[in-house]
């Protein structure tokens, strides 16, 4: 019996090795070879002396940051006002579903529309204001990266707040508290385990966004991801590229920690 | 009314679109007593308790708390606290938080806030378990949780929604003790919601009696017993045996093809009626002592006493409770005096049931 649900996890096993535990280590293995195919500690020196990488990883963070920020405010509102609205199912659909069309597709859009002649401006010199430069700005960047992301942000949330169970709101208010009081004390810290898987599925991917720097921010804001593509495609220096890397995956390991579910004395799960 | 009314009901009526869930309920709770509604699933036993809270509003009538109209006032402005069917503590906090819930509220002292928790938790034998998390308390434990959170308010009435229900049998007998002893030592108005009638007989002052949106009968666990006013409460409050009669005349009734001595007046000459005689004022006897003759079908030992079932010659079945064990096949008399009959008229509201009650019994 034993055996036989062990052999389940045999194909699964399989892909984690192949695609997550090996490709980890060679990355590992990479970043101790220069370009010359020493084998060093020189990527590492490089890493923390040139004052670029350490200025690209805060930067990196800093805009993960800013991203993660702003998909929160925008959908933590959201999942609340979803959850009380009748017809949660298709307002749910129309929000996932930006998220089935290719990034690409969705960056290629964006640029038609923040383009000098695109949407965006048709309708500021509508608006009478002359035509911007809005593509390849910090702005355009993180307004696409949050549209993106968003999704992936109010999920999490909406369960999490859906879960809650009406009486303990209904209790709250028994109690004297006033509706700003429930939310504070009751609604929201019940909705931090969504808060913090949305955390997670937005600020880990955001750290290594590459394709969207280069098509809206137009290199204007360089990321881990940035570089490490450059030192791939570009460069070719192959042992550089994957000691970022394994900055990026220390730094994707903390931030799993630090927004992890800490095992709480009686939450009830 | 009476200034000692503390919540009043004058028409309340409440449907959701139309749906009518509550038909014209008029009531009046008196201050510190034990007070059950009681009824099936269904019966809007929990709409009246939210109605009392505030969670929902009455689509007719006025509700008043302690003299002043309630209707258009929010939850938690009402000196009113719940004791929900779910407990509803709050998860993310431990014993001591969810107690202290409502004092926080009030910004009140933190000294004092500790005193007052300390000195609830002792009051339901929970003391020491202040840092406990709701997830490491049983059931009963979290049922005393939930009673100390909302007793620490030290609100004018106490609502407890079927807070017995989720509980095993012994530890709901006892906590039914402690509740009672709680409330009559607090002096505390309590609303208390069941739908189980011994529970209501064991606990209350006051039992209402509910079926589809109305009371149908209000009175003292002992009147309701008694004297119940049609078929569903007779049925509904205890085991009960229902024939069907004619009123002769007043002080004398017939059924099963006899005519007998009895206590009910003030109905029509040869007005029919059903008669109530519980199982336990049925006493065995010889079928030369008997008042009736039955054949004896089953026998159950239920621990106090036996339960047996028989059945007359027009086939009417009888409960009898005896502490005595009659044997099966047999023919057996069965013995009642003329107060144990109720006579029950058809479609007699609680108004003329009083009214008529009152009007022989005065004589
Ligand atoms: N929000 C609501 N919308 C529509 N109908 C409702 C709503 N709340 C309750 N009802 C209906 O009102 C009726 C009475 O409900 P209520 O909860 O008061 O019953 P109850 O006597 O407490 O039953 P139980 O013993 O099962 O708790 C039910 O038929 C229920 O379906
Ligand atoms: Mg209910």
Not at chain 1, 104 to 126: C, E, H, P, V
Not at chain 2, 265 to 276: I, L, Q, S, T, Y
Not at chain 2, 333 to 342: K, M, N, R
Request: glycine fraction near 6%.
């Amino acid at each position: 019996m034993k055996q036989n649900k062990a052999l389940y996890f045999v194909p699964y096993t399989f892909w984690l090795i192949l695609f997550v535990i090996a490709p980890i280590l060679l990355i590992i293995y990479q970043s101790f070879f220069n370009i010359h195919d020493d084998f060093t500690l020189e990527n590492y020196q490089t890493y923390f002396q040139s004052g670029t990488y350490l200025k690209m990883t805060l930067n990196s963070f800093w805009y993960a940051f800013l991203i993660t920020l702003f998909t929160l405010l925008i959908s933590y509102p959201t999942a609340y006002l979803l959850t009380k609205t009748k017809h949660k199912q298709l307002w749910l659909l129309l929000i996932i579903l930006p998220t089935w069309i290719n990034l690409l597709l969705k960056a290629y859009a964006f640029i038609g529309i923040f383009s000098m002649n695109g949407t965006a401006n048709q309708f500021l010199s509508f608006m009478g204001i002359a035509p911007q430069q809005i593509l390849f700005t910090d702005a355009s960047f993180l307004f696409v990266a949050t549209y993106i992301e968003i999704p992936f942000m109010i999920l999490p949330i909406y369960n999490a707040l859906e879960e809650l169970n009406p009486s303990l709101i209904s209790a709250s208010y028994d109690l004297g508290a006033n509706s700003w009081q429930t939310f504070r004390r009751v609604v929201f810290p019940l909705s931090l385990t969504g808060v913090k898987s949305g955390v997670q599925a937005v600020f880990i991917p955001s750290l290594s966004l590459f394709m969207l720097t280069r098509l809206i921010g137009g290199n204007r804001v360089i990321t881990l991801g940035t570089a490490i593509e450059q030192h791939f495609l570009v460069t070719e220096n192959w042992g550089m590229g994957s000691t970022i890397g394994v900055f990026l995956i220390i730094a994707m390991v903390l931030t799993m920690l630090l927004t992890g579910e800490k095992k709480k004395k009686g939450a009830i799960r | 009314m009476t200034g000692n009314a503390i919540i009043e009901f004058n028409h309340v009526k409440k449907q959701y679109d139309d749906n009518v869930i509550l038909k014209d309920i008029d009531l009046e709770i008196e201050r510190g007593k034990f007070y059950t509604l009681l009824g099936p699933s269904g019966c809007g036993k929990t709409t009246i308790l939210n109605l009392v809270a505030g969670f929902t509003e009455a689509t007719e009538g006025t509700i008043t708390l302690n003299g002043k109209k309630v209707n258009d006032i929010p939850p938690n402005q009402r000196t009113v606290n719940t004791v929900f069917q779910d407990y509803a503590l709050f998860p993310h906090m431990n014993v001591f938080e969810n107690v202290a819930f409502g004092l926080r509220i009030k910004k009140m002292n933190k000294n004092v806030i500790k005193e007052k928790v300390a000195e609830v938790l002792k009051m339901v034998q929970l003391s020491g378990y202040e840092e406990r998390g709701i997830s490491e308390m049983s059931g009963g434990q979290r049922q005393r949780v939930a009673i100390a959170r909302a007793l620490v308010n030290e609100p004018d009435v106490l609502l407890l929604d079927e807070p017995l229900s989720a509980l095993d049998l012994k530890l709901r007998t006892d906590m039914q003790y402690e509740l009672r002893e709680l409330q009559q030592r607090l002096g505390i108005t309590f609303i208390f919601v069941t739908h189980d009638q011994e529970e209501a007989l064991a606990m209350s002052d006051i039992i209402f009696v509910m079926k589809e949106g109305e009371i149908v009968q209000s009175g003292t666990p002992v009147d309701i017993y008694d004297e119940p006013i049609n078929r569903y409460v007779a049925d509904f409050i205890g085991e009960s045996n229902i024939v069907k009669g004619t009123m002769i005349q007043d002080y004398e009734v017939s059924f099963v093809g006899h005519t007998f001595e009895c206590v009910d007046a003030g109905m029509r000459p040869n007005e029919k009626v059903e008669v109530v005689l519980r199982p336990e004022d049925l006493v065995l006897t010889s079928v030369e002592k008997g008042k009736l003759t039955v054949q004896v079908d089953t026998q159950l030992f239920r621990g106090v006493h036996y339960e047996i079932i028989g059945y007359d010659r027009d086939g009417n079945e009888w409960m009898v409770h005896s502490t005595k064990k009659a044997k099966v096949g047999s023919e057996v008399g069965l013995y009642f005096e003329p107060e144990d009959i109720h006579v029950m008229r058809f479609g007699e509201s609680e108004q003329e049931f009083d009214a008529r009650l009152e009007s022989y019994e005065e004589e």
